[in-house]
C-alpha cells in the first residue's frame, strides 16, 4: 500500500457482534468477545499499515439501554481486556486514550482506564482513541458547558476552539470511518469530527472484519478524491506521477 495515501486517522464503528453471535446460535456476549479477539488483530494491522490514530466506538451513551445483562457483561469485557492486553498494546507503542465520558462508569473501572492511559502515554506508534460510554451530541454539550464554565465570550468560540474542547482535542479529524455489519448510519459518532471524513461500509460482521477488508477499506479510501467543497481543479496533483507525462 502507498503509504502516501494511508489515512492518518481511521475510526471504527464496530457492529454486528450480536448478529455474529446469534447466527452462531450463540449468546450475544459470545459475539462480544469475539470483537475483541478480532480488535487485536485490527489494532496490529494499524500499527503495520501506518495508520497513526485510530477511534473505535466501542460503547455508545445509549448503549446503556440495553438488556442489563448484556451491559454488566460489555463492562466485564472492558475490564478484563484492560487486564489482559495492556502490557501487548504497551509492547506495540500504542498510547491508549480514553473519549467520552469516563464518570458514568464503575469507580474501580474509571481507575483501571486511568491507570492504562498513564502507563502508555509515552508511545507514539498508534494513538488508540477507545469510545467508551461515547455520544456525539454527549461531548458537544459538554464542550459547551465547558465554554460557558470558563466564562468565553461570543466572539471567542469559533469552530477550532469548539474542537479544542471535544474528547479528541489536539488530535486531526478522522480521515475514514468504517462501519461494519452494513448499516449506513452514523449512530452518534464522531457527528463533529467526521464533517468531511470520508465513510465506508463493509458488508461483514465486526468479528469477521479481517486485516483482509481492513486493506479493502483502506485502499478504497486511496481511490477517493477529497474534494472539501472545492473542485477537483484546484486539488493538488497526487504525490505518484502518471504515466502519461512520461516521468
Ligand atoms: C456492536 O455490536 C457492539 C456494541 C454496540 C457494544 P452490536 O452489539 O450492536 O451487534 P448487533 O448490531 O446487535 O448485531
Ligand atoms: C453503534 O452501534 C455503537 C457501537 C458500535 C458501540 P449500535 O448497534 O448501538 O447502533 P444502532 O443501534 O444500530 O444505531
Ligand atoms: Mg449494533
Redesign the pocket.
Known amino acids: 500500500m502507498d503509504p502516501a495515501r494511508v489515512p492518518t486517522h481511521v475510526a471504527i464503528?464496530?457492529?454486528g457482534n450480536g448478529r455474529w453471535a446469534l447466527s452462531r446460535g450463540l449468546p450475544r456476549l459470545a459475539g462480544h468477545r469475539a470483537g475483541v479477539e478480532n480488535l487485536r488483530r485490527i489494532i496490529t494491522a494499524c500499527v503495520e499499515f501506518g495508520v497513526k490514530h485510530f477511534t473505535i466506538?466501542?460503547?455508545?451513551t445509549?448503549?446503556w439501554g440495553r438488556p442489563r445483562e448484556e451491559v454488566d457483561g460489555l463492562m466485564f469485557i472492558l475490564n478484563e481486556v484492560l487486564d489482559r492486553e495492556l502490557e501487548e498494546l504497551n509492547r506495540q507503542g500504542v498510547q491508549l486514550r480514553h473519549i467520552g465520558r469516563l464518570e458514568g462508569l464503575l469507580p474501580s473501572i474509571q481507575k483501571k482506564v486511568r491507570q492504562a492511559i498513564e502507563r502508555t502515554r509515552a508511545n507514539d506508534r498508534l494513538i488508540l482513541n477507545v469510545a467508551f460510554n461515547y455520544g456525539g451530541r454527549d461531548e458537544i454539550v459538554h464542550a459547551i458547558r465547558q465554554m460557558l464554565a470558563d466564562g468565553l465570550q461570543p466572539d471567542a468560540v469559533d469552530a477550532d476552539l469548539v474542537s479544542r474542547y471535544l474528547f479528541t482535542a489536539g488530535q486531526p479529524d478522522p480521515d475514514l470511518i468504517i462501519r461494519t455489519a452494513g448499516?449506513l448510519?452514523v449512530?452518534n459518532?464522531l457527528l463533529w469530527q467526521g464533517a468531511y471524513a470520508e465513510y465506508y461500509a463493509a458488508d461483514v460482521y465486526w468479528p469477521d472484519f479481517d486485516k483482509e477488508q481492513f486493506r479493502l477499506a483502506l485502499e478504497h479510501f486511496g481511490r477517493r478524491e477529497r474534494r472539501f467543497g472545492l473542485v477537483s481543479a484546484q486539488l493538488k496533483p497526487k504525490a505518484v506521477p502518471d504515466a502519461a507525462s512520461g516521468n
Request: charged share 30%; net charge negative; hydrophobic share 40%.
Open positions: 464503528i464496530m457492529d466506538y466501542a460503547f455508545s445509549e448503549n448499516e448510519r449512530s459518532f
